[in-house]
């Protein structure tokens, strides 16, 4: 069969343009398809990026697709319909293109809360990840959200950054008996009322007004409502998902239950940050390319392209 592509790519975050970038240096044939709603739209700066702490996540996918244009790759907008996708003997096809093989690198979508005041604080003073954004808020006043369940954790966490933390409920269970008491061991209270409203000025937060009790002066928060990973894809094509969170199954060579298909980054493991996320696509197309050499698929592209 003629192919038009050596590997499509869906997803053009760290994992999918890492993975691009290592195959198009590989001399492969590869599309990058893209829906533009990156994970991290609201985030004005990643850090702990090596070489690039501080970077908008905009500009490093910008620089990102520049450098896939230097080995003639293109980042195609296209927000794939899984209807149209369908995996067969030998590749795979979706938006009218096929090719030998394909990495999903679709990601996730953080759930946020839906409170009133929450969309101004997003991405200035209200964040998910400790990591990327505590040292950023440290020795303020920081608050955590964790309705469901992660409050403990988010709580003894960001209690490394400062020594002034409270973990809020809004009213639901995040929190049970025990773990207020180990919170209650480090200086960490539990407040259970629900949230009315967060306000700020210029995006950092003040305050944060809850039902039947003063006003929590505060100046940051973090996070953790649900993450939803974006797998309708995978599972058109039949890929596994697993139970806990639904995330797509994929062996250590990146490979789902579907021959010739791939997963990477945050569709496969919702732990992986940029720096981690960056190293799964290379693997993923480390994988790729091995499995494109073992089919005997070894020469280079055309004369003329680029290099």
Same mark, same amino acid.
């Given at each position: 069969?003629?192919?038009?592509?050596?590997?499509?790519?869906?997803?053009?975050?760290?994992?999918?343009?890492?993975?691009?970038?290592?195959?198009?240096?590989?001399?492969?044939?590869?599309?990058?398809?893209?829906?533009?709603?990156?994970?991290?739209?609201?985030?004005?700066?990643?850090?702990?990026?090596?070489?690039?702490?501080?970077?908008?996540?905009?500009?490093?996918?910008?620089?990102?697709? %520049? $450098?896939?244009?230097?080995?003639? =790759?293109? #980042?195609?907008?296209?927000?794939?319909?899984?209807? +149209?996708?369908? @995996?067969? /003997?030998?590749?795979?096809?979706?938006?009218?293109?096929?090719?030998?093989?394909?990495?999903?690198?679709?990601?996730?979508?953080?759930?946020?809360?839906?409170?009133?005041?929450?969309?101004?604080?997003?991405?200035?003073?209200?964040?998910?990840?400790?990591?990327?954004?505590?040292?950023?808020?440290?020795?303020?006043?920081?608050?955590?959200?964790?309705?469901?369940?992660?409050?403990?954790?988010?709580?003894?966490?960001?209690?490394?950054?400062?020594?002034?933390?409270?973990?809020?409920?809004?009213?639901?269970?995040?929190?049970?008996?025990? %773990? $207020?008491?180990?919170?209650?061991? =480090?200086? #960490?209270?539990?407040?259970?009322?629900?949230?009315? +409203?967060?306000? @700020?000025? /210029?995006?950092?937060?003040?305050?944060?007004?809850?039902?039947?009790?003063?006003?929590?002066?505060?100046?940051?928060?973090?996070?953790?409502?649900?993450?939803?990973?974006?797998?309708?894809?995978?599972?058109?094509?039949?890929?596994?998902?697993?139970?806990?969170?639904?995330?797509?199954?994929?062996?250590?060579?990146?490979?789902?239950?579907?021959?010739?298909?791939?997963?990477?980054?945050?569709?496969?493991?919702?732990?992986?940050?940029?720096?981690?996320?960056?190293?799964?696509?290379?693997?993923?197309?480390?994988?790729?390319?091995?499995?494109?050499?073992?089919?005997?698929?070894?020469?280079?592209?055309?004369?003329?392209?680029?290099?």
């Amino acid at each position: 069969m003629d192919f038009d592509w050596d590997c499509i790519v869906v997803g053009a975050g760290p994992a999918g343009l890492s993975a691009a970038l290592t195959l198009g240096r590989a001399r492969r044939r590869v599309l990058v398809l893209d829906s533009g709603a990156p994970r991290n739209f609201a985030a004005h700066a990643m850090h702990g990026v090596l070489g690039h702490d501080g970077l908008d996540p905009a500009a490093l996918r910008a620089r990102g697709t %520049e $450098e896939l244009g230097r080995y003639g =790759i293109e #980042v195609r907008a296209a927000d794939v319909d899984p209807a +149209r996708a369908r @995996a067969f /003997d030998g590749g795979v096809e979706l938006e009218g293109q096929t090719a030998r093989t394909l990495i999903l690198a679709t990601g996730l979508l953080d759930e946020t809360p839906a409170i009133d005041g929450f969309d101004a604080i997003y991405g200035v003073s209200a964040h998910t990840c400790p990591y990327c954004d505590g040292w950023e808020h440290r020795d303020e006043r920081i608050a955590v959200f964790a309705p469901v369940f992660g409050g403990a954790h988010l709580g003894r966490m960001l209690r490394q950054w400062s020594g002034d933390v409270v973990v809020l409920t809004g009213g639901g269970p995040g929190v049970d008996a025990d %773990e $207020e008491a180990e919170l209650a061991e =480090i200086g #960490v209270p539990v407040v259970r009322e629900p949230i009315e +409203r967060f306000a @700020a000025r /210029d995006g950092r937060l003040t305050a944060i007004e809850l039902t039947g009790r003063p006003p929590l002066e505060r100046d940051a928060l973090f996070f953790h409502v649900a993450m939803r990973p974006r797998t309708a894809l995978a599972a058109a094509l039949g890929c596994t998902l697993g139970e806990d969170g639904g995330y797509v199954i994929a062996a250590e060579d990146r490979q789902t239950t579907i021959d010739r298909v791939y997963a990477a980054g945050n569709c496969a493991d919702p732990m992986l940050n940029v720096p981690l996320a960056t190293a799964d696509g290379a693997r993923a197309a480390l994988a790729v390319n091995v499995r494109l050499v073992g089919d005997g698929i070894v020469q280079p592209r055309a004369a003329g392209a680029p290099r």
